[in-house]
């Protein structure tokens, strides 16, 4: 559930955590089960996650196997240019994600992976990782600890579904669509582009503004409990 090109900040007390560091990422644990990844730059973000992340959503690789190669050609083909690097600005898997990658489906693994593998392999459970880099714009750690919420925390996940009810986001649903999403994560993408736009995509119509309220409203009262870093 890659953000593209989301940006607005948590008004919340931010609790301090002693963070992991390896190699230019700086591993937080902001929650049971969730894990905050920051890289120093977007290239460092997007090419670390990119596999993991397409092999999860993407409409043509969820549940394939398939080479660094393979999939540039095929984001070139759809965009007329390989700009993934540049297009996205968070990320967030959840721990189901991984397992082929630790299977060793993937091989050759590049190093970057190895280096993700690496943060998680002893870890047992049920988690989520986002990652962001720093100089990201405002609003991409929101949007990616919605997601994150709407995974781990199944309270959040039951009261979104419930506020969402008698409305109509078809129209965001098809942009979604067409922004590269595999039908079975737009649901959760929807709650979270609501919470946290990214210009046009997500931005409320008259008719979504009082959804968006009560998102809102939803996320900050499940998102206190997180001990995000202070930057």
């Given amino acids: 559930m ?3 090109l989301v940006r607005g900040r948590l008004g919340q007390a931010m609790a301090k955590r002693t963070p992991h560091r390896k190699a230019g990422i700086t591993k937080h644990k902001i929650a049971d089960g969730i894990y905050l990844l920051r890289f120093e730059t ?4 997007t090419s670390t996650f990119l596999r993991v992340q397409e092999h999860y959503e993407s409409p043509q690789f969820h549940g394939r196997i398939f080479t660094l190669e393979q999939y540039m050609d095929w984001y070139v083909a759809e965009n007329g240019a390989f700009t993934y690097f540049q297009d996205w600005s968070g990320f967030n898997v959840p721990s189901t994600a991984f397992q082929p ?11 970057k992976e190895k280096r993700l593998l690496g943060l ?25 600890l919605a997601h994150a919420l709407f995974f781990i925390d199944d309270d959040y996940r039951q009261a979104v579904r419930e506020a969402m009810r008698g409305y109509d986001t078809s129209a965001l649903e098809t942009e979604l669509a067409k922004k590269g999403y595999a039908r079975h994560v737009i649901p959760d993408e929807v709650q979270a582009y609501i919470v946290a736009p990214s210009g046009k995509l997500g931005a409320a119509s008259r008719e979504l503004t009082p959804l968006r309220r009560k998102l809102r409203a939803l ?3 499940h998102a206190k409990g997180l001990a995000l870093p202070t930057r």
Avoid at 120 to 128: D, K, P, T, V
């Fill in 42 to 45: 977007q290239y460092e973000l």
């Fill in 219 to 221: 996320f900050r009262q």
């Fill in 120 to 144: 998680f392999r002893n870890l047992q459970g049920r988690f989520y990782v986002i990652g962001i880099f720093d100089g990201g714009k405002k609003g991409t750690l929101t949007h990616e």
């Fill in 101 to 111: 990658f630790y299977e060793g489906k993937f091989d050759p693994l590049t190093e």
């Fill in 2 to 4: 890659r953000a593209y």
